[in-house]
């Protein structure tokens, strides 16, 4: 099929950038989207033009490096799919794609597609692990975890920290992707210790960041291709309020700034 | 108290507040509307819950200055998050497609502005009778007859009454959830409370400046 | 010049070495740990668990990665599971016997005290994992659940539903983003190593590129360890992520670290078949599959065209439980593979090209219904639905072999360093625990064991055993190793040919892949070992960099993996034609039964093939390490 791309350009971090078109004829239904993208700039690289610059690595949607922004919508039109396992038969001939990167102050635009998310990696930093060093655990089945226990933590626990959530919020808030971890740790027996002292730091990291709050418009839970529920932000900010409630000294939480 | 302050500063924290403070609102405005709705019992039904209203004077303002608290909490909240929020994205993009938001959701700010303009016009209006031609104290069945002669006053009720729905739709939604009040759902963008309180609290309000309209009340 | 090959394998008894070994080796006192530096790259499960525990332990740690996040490394896409000997089913298991049937499956070409070591160790990863808050499967009563893998007859798989190896990573990568909020590690994200420095001997530190900047750094350190993955995408199309290289361990082989068996190189038997010339990469399904799937082919090669519903169950061949009654689907990967291409080779192949066979679930979606099935691989059938638009429930899948890892690596000693004194080499990137194939679920197992509890005993042992001069990187040997990176980077601008990098990827893929892939002969090697050195000599004249070195550049990193593939895959096939037996994921189709089973030969070549660099333009020099089996009785692989 033949295509017209509408592509995000940008040489560098804070420069200004532009959306340039690009004619991708002869694309088959089975490539992926990236693989059109290969396509595409392998054909740029023939003419002397620099290649589309975009994130991707593992290609079969765990790694959460791919994040584009696709005719409006993270990730494309697929539901529970990354780019990467997006393929072409979701278009059709003729179609037009707009392909623009992430949009959010936290996640500054490094070059083209790409953009900076090492904001979520301070956000786990401020909080999103459980501290057992090696060596010290105990036998794994000396703590019964009940299935369902087990099982929603899990569902948090999918998450691949793609930032498609913060691309699809209208107020660019990193709350799915906050809530999924202080909800991933926070319903295990093994993460209880450090709860509210995990709520209270990562939330205030990820304001600190320069994310929006969230209104639950809900667009995050549609764009997330691990299918994380916006009922972890319900358990996020139950987790905060009683986190606040209950004493904490601040400056044993707050975030290395 | 600085757990406060700092709970405040965060944008669950402001959240919360506007959780808290729209669950309090929305109570009052179901007790209201009920209030409202004995107009269809009559004059006399009308003048009496006037009275019961005021029988403590100390109590009412005891329940205005609650309700004038919630309400700018409220407003101060929406409108720092509505500033936070817009600097999160200093960029937008070319395209951008709602997928599931629904339009009440995204008409909150614009639709939160339009009440806080129809408060002031109706305290103005049916309290205060700043905005009406014959204002009656304890009088309250022919002040809103009267009130409702003006077809542009009943149609700006109707239209702000419409926008209280689509702030409920999504409000009476949100305001659970965001207290983490809400049971965990397979389907948690699922609202048939929500729809239900808007519908009936939305209605409720407007049947009156429309029975008046069509001479149903008189 | 041979090197000396000293495995360091501790004396005595196998399942008392790792512990004697531990009381032997010298400790760095607790407030002497600060003092020392060391590098980490890779941030995978080996590096990221190699960082973070060094880094409680008080060491200053600097750890770097290519990827946005330590968070990405391609661990990450491991779907099955983790092994461990816990027997908590109560159905045989014991470390005596993950040790047996993981030197049994590498087809008796590993080092046994390494593997009896992994295996028990394996014990403790799992409770390290569960106190991190790695949510494994459970049952109803809350315990952990286990499930079978290839190779084995007990069920000793820990997992977290199809996505452990995220799972572990996340866990690893959280209590590194823990050791960097504390100060213990500083991370290099975006940061690739282009160069390794030795200075008097010993690994002092790398040469490294801000991906984003373009800046060639230096850093340096007491030791170094490498954590950098296989080497699988030398075939072009691989499982591997796009980005995984060679780079790393062949700039450290090149600097005097010697490679062993390079020629090791695993082929998934379940990957979603090519489906055209634009393939980028190949999706595996997970290998846990074939404990409900069932592999077959139609008996008659007229069939082939046919809908698989349409062949009767007569005419259907399945293969790998005619061939294998005790094992059946759950053959290993090398057999399983194996028997996949020959059906095809017989014309017997299904899908677009031939190149596949199915994967049949109808039996186990009636045997436990859809429910059953739906709860044990959703994710994997919705994976598979979205890439080829079929659906797994109604159809059986196809899969076809696809090459997933590689055993082979760097040369290490029993304390995971290379012959480079202070170089560490842990998880895929080194050689040492799966021998000729690796079985199912033991990746994660070796890489987790190696970063949480070998390397945090072994570095402490070098660094107080060697006195190790201050080290700066204004040393003319740091000066020098960054000088070189740039001019390679400055030669790969300035060609400006006419051909892109992956299109020479691609056609060294294609070599690799026929040549030295699931079956590799003496002319076929040949004929590779003349025409990868063209290949390489059209590269550097005539491959297109556009842009600069200054600022995010993908084709100029491309274009330096590719360079480093390219030399490379030549030591492979270089290695391919030395090994003149059949082992494991290396066939030699001279070397085979009667009935097509690999035939090896443990007289001429039961060692560890090292191969020591000689200079540019000269052949590498074979070392071996001899494979001393004093545990195990040398057997025929048998899983029939």
């Known amino acids: 099929m033949n295509l017209t791309l509408h592509v995000w350009r940008q040489p560098a971090p804070g420069q200004p950038g532009r959306i340039v078109d690009y004619p991708a004829p002869d694309i088959s239904p089975d490539m992926s989207f990236l693989e059109m993208l290969d396509v595409v700039n392998e054909r740029l690289i023939e003419r002397g033009e620099e290649p ?12 959460g490096s791919c994040g584009l922004m696709i005719n409006g919508a993270a990730h494309g039109p697929m539901k529970l799919t990354t780019a990467c396992q997006l393929h072409m038969r979701s278009f059709k001939d003729g179609d037009e794609i707009w392909i623009e990167p992430w949009r959010a102050k936290a996640f500054p635009v490094v070059k083209d597609l790409i953009v900076d ?135 044993e939480w707050s975030g290395s700034a | 108290m600085r757990w406060l302050l700092k709970f405040w500063d965060s944008t669950v924290g402001k959240k919360v507040v506007m959780g808290v403070t729209g669950i309090g609102l929305m109570a009052f405005l179901l007790v209201h509307m009920a209030g409202n709705l004995q107009m269809f019992l009559g004059a006399d039904a009308m003048r009496r819950y006037a009275e019961l209203l005021r029988t403590s004077e100390e109590l009412l303002w005891v329940a205005r200055l609650g309700l004038i608290g919630m309400a700018v909490l409220h407003i101060v909240a929406a409108l720092q998050l509505t500033a936070i929020n817009a600097k999160a994205r200093p960029e937008g993009y070319a395209r951008k497609v709602p997928q599931v938001s629904t339009l009440a959701s995204r008409t909150m700010r614009l639709g939160g502005i339009l009440l806080a303009a129809f408060i002031v016009y109706h305290l103005g209006h049916l309290t205060l009778g700043w905005f009406h031609p014959a204002l009656v104290h304890l009088q309250p069945y022919g002040n809103v007859i009267i009130g409702f002669r003006s077809p542009l006053v009943v149609a700006f009720y109707v239209v702000a009454m419409f926008f209280l729905g689509l702030h409920l739709f999504h409000g009476a939604w949100a305001g659970f959830r965001t207290l983490g009040l809400a049971k965990r759902s397979a389907e948690p963008l699922q609202r048939a409370f929500a729809l239900w309180f808007a519908v009936i609290v939305s209605a409720g309000f407007a049947l009156i400046p429309i029975a008046v309209y069509l001479g149903i009340l008189a | 010049m041979a090197l000396k090959l000293d495995a360091k394998i501790p ?220 080497y699988g995408n030398v075939f072009y199309l691989s499982t591997n992520a796009k980005g995984c290289n060679v780079t790393a361990a062949y700039r450290a082989y090149k600097k005097g670290a010697a490679f062993g068996n390079p020629c090791f190189t695993q082929i998934h038997p379940t990957c979603i078949p090519v489906a055209g010339d634009h393939q980028s990469k190949l999706t595996l399904m997970s290998e846990s599959l074939r404990n409900d799937g069932r592999v077959w082919v139609p008996k008659k090669a007229e069939d082939c065209g046919k809908e698989p519903s349409q062949i009767a169950e007569a005419d259907r061949d399945y293969y790998l439980e005619r061939k294998y009654p005790s094992f059946g689907n759950l053959s290993p990967r090398d057999i399983a593979s194996r028997a996949a291409k020959e059906a095809c080779d017989d014309g017997r192949g299904v899908g677009p090209g031939g190149r596949g066979v199915y994967l049949d679930f109808a039996d186990a979606i009636k045997r436990l219904g859809r429910q059953a099935i739906e709860e044990r691989y959703g994710n994997l059938f ?220 443990d007289e001429r070549f039961a060692y560890v093939a090292a191969w020591e660099y000689a200079g540019e333009g000269k052949a590498p020099i074979l070392n071996k390490e001899p494979l001393a089996f004093e545990n195990v009785h040398l057997s025929t692989r048998s899983y029939k």
């Open chain 1, 52 to 63: 589309i610059a975009f994130d991707h690595d593992c290609r079969e949607g765990i790694c």
């Open chain 1, 117 to 251: 998310r090492s904001a979520f990696d301070r956000i786990i930093q401020a909080g999103g692990y459980i501290s057992a060093p090696t060596g010290t655990a105990q036998d794994a089945n000396a703590l019964p975890i009940g299935k369902p226990e087990a099982d929603w933590a899990m569902d948090n626990a999918a998450c691949i920290g793609c930032g498609a959530c913060v691309a699809a919020c209208p107020n660019a808030s990193a709350s799915l992707f906050t809530a999924a971890k202080i909800t991933h740790l926070g319903a295990l027996p093994q993460g209880q210790p450090e709860r509210m002292r995990r709520a209270l730091a990562m939330v205030d990291r990820m304001d600190l960041e320069g994310f929006g709050g969230c209104t639950l418009f809900g667009e995050c839970q549609e764009a997330c291709p691990k299918g994380i529920s916006i009922d972890a932000i319900m358990q996020m900010n139950r987790d905060y309020v009683l986190a606040s409630a209950t004493k904490v000294e601040a400056k």
């Open chain 3, 11 to 230: 004396s005595g008894p196998l399942a008392e070495k790792w512990d004697k070994h531990r009381f032997e080796m010298k400790l760095v006192n607790p407030a002497n740990k600060r003092k020392y530096s060391i590098i980490v790259v890779g941030s995978g499960l080996a590096g990221a668990s190699a960082a973070a525990t060094l880094s409680e332990l008080g060491y200053n740690v600097s750890c770097f990665c290519y990827q946005d996040s330590p968070r990405r490394a391609h661990s990450i896409a491991a779907q099955g599971g983790i092994n461990a000997a816990k027997n908590y089913r109560n159905d045989g298991d014991s470390v005596q016997r993950l040790f047996y049937d993981t030197i049994k499956g590498g087809d008796f070409r590993a080092r046994e005290a390494n593997v009896y070591r992994l295996a028990q160790v394996s014990v403790n990863i799992i409770d390290q994992c569960v106190a991190q808050g790695v949510p494994f499967a459970r049952e109803y009563g809350g315990l952990l659940a286990n499930r079978s893998f290839g190779g084995a007859q007990v069920s000793r798989t820990f997992y977290a539903r199809g996505q452990t190896g995220q799972q572990l990573l996340i866990g690893a990568y959280q209590a590194l983003e823990k050791e960097i909020a504390r100060g213990g590690v500083r991370m290099y994200e975006r940061h690739e190593m282009l160069e390794l420095v030795l200075v008097d001997g010993k690994a002092r530190g790398i040469i490294v590129r801000d991906m984003v900047t373009g800046e060639i750094e230096s850093h340096a350190a007491d030791a170094v360890i490498l954590a950098t993955g296989g």
């Open chain 3, 382 to 601: 919705e994976m598979y639905q979205r890439i080829t638009d079929e659906d797994p429930y109604t159809r059986p899948m196809r899969i076809y072999p696809a090459v997933h890892y590689t055993m082979g690596g760097l040369w290490v000693d029993y304390n995971l360093m290379s012959t480079i004194p202070g170089l560490h080499v842990l998880g895929e990137a080194n050689f040492s625990d799966h021998g000729a194939n690796r079985l199912g679920a033991s990746a994660l197992m070796q890489g987790l064991a190696d970063g949480y509890f070998v390397i945090p005993y072994t570095i402490g042992d070098y660094l107080a055993s060697n006195k190790l001069e201050k080290v700066t990187v204004d040393h003319p040997e740091f000066t020098a190793a960054k000088e070189a990176v740039e001019q390679r980077t400055r030669r790969f601008l300035s060609i400006n040919g006419t051909r892109t990098v992956d299109s020479f990827h691609r056609e060294l893929g294609k070599i690799m892949w026929e040549k030295c892939g699931m079956a590799r002969d003496e002319a076929g090697l040949k004929q590779a070992l003349v025409e990868i050195p063209r290949l390489r000599e059209e590269f550097w004249r005539n491959v297109r960099v556009l842009g600069t070195g200054e600022g995010l550049n993908q084709s100029l990193e491309k274009a330096g993996r590719v360079a480093d593939f390219l030399e490379f895959g030549e030591l492979m096939c270089l290695d391919a034609l030395h090994r003149e037996e059949s082992c494991g994921g290396h066939f030699r189709s001279e070397h085979q039964t009667e009935d097509g089973e690999a035939k090896r030969n």
